[in-house]
């Protein structure tokens, strides 16, 4: 852990004393060291000074006109503000009732006047660098607090998510026991024709739980940091157009036209296989999450050393409370799909890790009842500080 900064120009502090001179002389010491000093010559400006400038220490004379030093400190601890700041009592009354006075009312030491300037810088320094461990032990607590919320909100979230994925993997599972028992029991009695319906019945099953088990095993490898790229050159074009290709039989079952916008583009690097993976999940929650009949724009271009893929919708849209969400994972939030899609909310969060795992960036613009924008941007990777 750090100990004093070597700036102590980051370090307030505020003098408390009606005694003109006696501020003077103080001032003069501390300011020598590049300390930040402010001046208060009351105990009741010093309230007022003191939630404003929010010092690091406080020097408190006792004997003061008005306001005395002791009350004055009980009403710096009263105030959440400066209940914390340390204060140090400089007075010339030095019966040891005077001292313990002192500590009672929260000071952390006791100076006597006449004092020698060595006496006071190291007493300050001492109590400058408690506070500041002090603060930082205090922000350290924080975060673990804000770590382990966040955990305990994961785990509810992963284990919510547990119970829906085995719900939804028992669907198709039971499915394909239905069909392969009916066909032991009486498989004979069953036309060719119907033998091979079912039997393509099996496998689009098969094909569900595969898919939900990969993108389960996804999860967990881009979530334990261990999600490789294989990366190359490539023609992104080529690639959006064929995954526009294999989306489309979707789209054609809703009536959902795909439009597309593509200004010609540089080749760059990125992992084919996993860009697939990103385009699909934009493309195809763009038609399902769209209604009937509406339209989806995909656009690509390059600007300013990034290549953007932006895929537009005329759907339902997001509501501003969800839009980080979705990103998270294990999330099915307002919008449903319209078709009676399947939903098991891994897509964004697996497309996030990919497009940042290629240095991108991804975004989204949504207003609920118009519709959305997914944008991904990836990097020339000599551009690397591109912001939405
Ligand atoms: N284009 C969109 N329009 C409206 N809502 C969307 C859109 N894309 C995603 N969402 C919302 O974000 C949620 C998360 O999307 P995500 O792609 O991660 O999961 P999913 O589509 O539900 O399931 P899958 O894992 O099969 O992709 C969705 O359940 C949906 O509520
Ligand atoms: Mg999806």
Known sequence: MSSIPPDREDFKILIVD????????????????????????????????????????????????????????????????????????????????????????????YIVKPFKSGEVLARVKTHLQLHSLKKQRE????????????????????????????????????SIKGFVELLELSGESF????????????????????????????????????LKLDLGPGDLTALLKERIQINSGHARGKDISINEDFHDIEPIVFDRGRMAQVLD?????????????????????????????????????????????????????GARPTGGEKSTGLGLAIVKNIVESHQGKIGVYSEVGKGSTFEVALPNLEMPDYRF
Not at 39 to 67: C, H, N, Q, W, Y
Not at 140 to 157: A, F, R, Y
Not at 196 to 219: P, R
Request: net charge negative; proline share 3%; aromatic share 6%.
């Open 139 to 174: 922000a350290l607590i924080q975060e673990l607090e804000k770590k382990n919320e966040d955990l305990v909100s994961l785990n509810e979230i992963k284990n919510k998510f547990l119970g829906i994925a085995a719900h939804d993997i028992r669907n198709p599972l039971s």
């Open 191 to 226: 036309s060719q024709k119907e033998h091979d319906e079912m039997l393509q019945l099996v496998g689009k099953s098969v094909n569900e739980v595969l898919g939900m088990v990969d993108d389960l095993l996804d999860i967990s490898v881009i979530e334990s940091g261990n």
């Open 18 to 109: 009606d005694t003109p001179a006696n501020v003077e002389v103080l001032q003069k010491t501390l300011e020598v060291e590049g300390y930040n000093i402010s001046v208060a010559l009351s105990g009741e400006k010093a309230l007022t000074i003191a939630s404003r400038f929010m010092p690091d220490l406080i020097l408190l004379d006792i004997m003061m006109e008005g306001m005395d030093g002791y009350e004055t400190c009980r009403r710096l601890k009263a105030d959440p503000k400066t209940t914390g700041t340390p204060v140090i009592f400089i007075s010339a009354r030095n019966d040891i009732e005077d001292v313990v006075e002192g500590f009672n009312q929260g000071g952390v030491d």
């Open 281 to 333: 999940n934009l493309i195809s929650n763009a038609i399902k999450y769209s209604p009937l009949g509406s339209s989806v724009f995909i656009e690509l271009r390059q600007e300013d050393g990034w290549t953007h893929v932006r895929v537009r919708d005329e759907g339902q849209g997001i509501r501003p409370e969800d839009q980080e969400q979705i990103f998270r994972g294990f999330q099915k939030l």
